[in-house]
């Protein structure tokens, strides 16, 4: 079976950089160690930090000994009012928030100051988005579909800002843009979606569209493996999502040659080795 592997595939800059601090203070062990929400959307990942003493709160309050712990803030970012929170708490933390997310919240910040409505396209119930929505000074509308952006209103001399999530799919971003500037609001449009997973989007795009089956890696609750998929089934019909090595069936291959794998930016080089060997050497 010929397989190809998309480069961009696995951890990205902000999930490595933020994994890799959890097992560092895992190894050195000091105090109870939290993370705000799981530390990426990967239930291997989050098991095996567990083992390690690592452990998921999902809000400061749930922390038992706020003095005796200390909490890692995600890639995904945080609101303001959760690093107040902290401090109030007297919880000690170490910020491995994305450069890519403190960016937008630094514009929405300064933006909503100055009386523009923000527009974050995304999805309204994702850790990011709502880590984004929480430096806003007024409340910040989120449109993820079509219909969403042809039914917003405004008034007509209320100004705009527009950003994105990190990881949401950079043609649909475009689309809904699209539908919102003919509303002819005044409007600043950011593309706020990061490098990397407009790589990632388009090296899976011409892979699919090359291939007789695609697998996409990554967990169950990714939003980034999700848009891959969503990418990869338009171009090719016979597309899986996979968590690991054990979803895979021989039926996914019984008419196949050719094989496309490419995995979102939570997945570890190690499921997607394990992947790419198996289905090389077993089908």
């Known amino acids: 079976m010929e397989v190809r592997t998309a480069k961009s595939a696995g951890f990205c800059f902000g999930v490595k950089r933020a994994v890799d601090k959890a097992y560092e203070l895992a190894e050195h062990k000091e105090k109870a160690i939290y993370t705000l929400g799981p530390i990426i959307h990967n239930e291997e990942v989050i098991a ?3 083992k390690k003493g690592v452990f998921v709160a999902e809000s400061p309050e749930q922390i038992p000994d706020p003095k ?15 690093y107040e929170q902290l401090k109030q708490l007297g919880i000690a933390y170490v910020d491995v928030t994305c450069p890519f997310v403190l960016k937008i919240h630094k514009i929405v910040e300064r933006e ?8 974050i396209m995304g999805n309204k119930n994702h850790p990011e988005v709502q880590g984004i929505c929480g430096w806003c000074h007024t409340p910040a509308v989120v449109i993820e579909t079509r219909q969403e952006a042809e039914e917003f209103q405004l ?4 100004k705009i800002c527009i950003v994105s999530q990190t990881t949401f799919n ?10 919102l500037e ?3 609001y005044d409007r600043i449009v950011l ?4 490098s990397a997973t407009q790589e990632r989007q388009n090296e899976a795009k011409i892979i699919a569209g090359s291939v007789d089956t695609m697998l996409v890696i990554g967990g169950k609750n990714s939003s980034n493996t999700q848009k891959l998929y969503e990418i990869c089934k338009k171009e090719c019909g016979n597309t899986y999502y996979i968590q690991t090595l054990v979803d895979l069936d021989s039926e996914m291959f019984q008419f196949s040659s050719y094989v496309g ?7 570890p080089n190690k499921i997607i080795e394990e992947v790419q060997e198996h289905v090389r050497n077993e089908f």
């Open 261 to 267: 794998i490419t995995a979102g930016a939570s997945t």
């Open 182 to 184: 003919k509303k002819r």
């Open 170 to 179: 950079y043609n649909k971003f475009q689309d809904l843009v699209e539908i």
């Open 191 to 194: 593309n706020t979606i990061c």
């Open 112 to 119: 909503s100051e100055k009386g523009s409505q923000i527009v």
């Open 68 to 82: 005796n712990s200390i909490v890692i803030i995600r890639s995904h970012g945080v609101g303001k009012a959760v």
């Open 48 to 50: 095996d930090l567990e």
């Open 155 to 158: 008034k007509s001399d209320q």
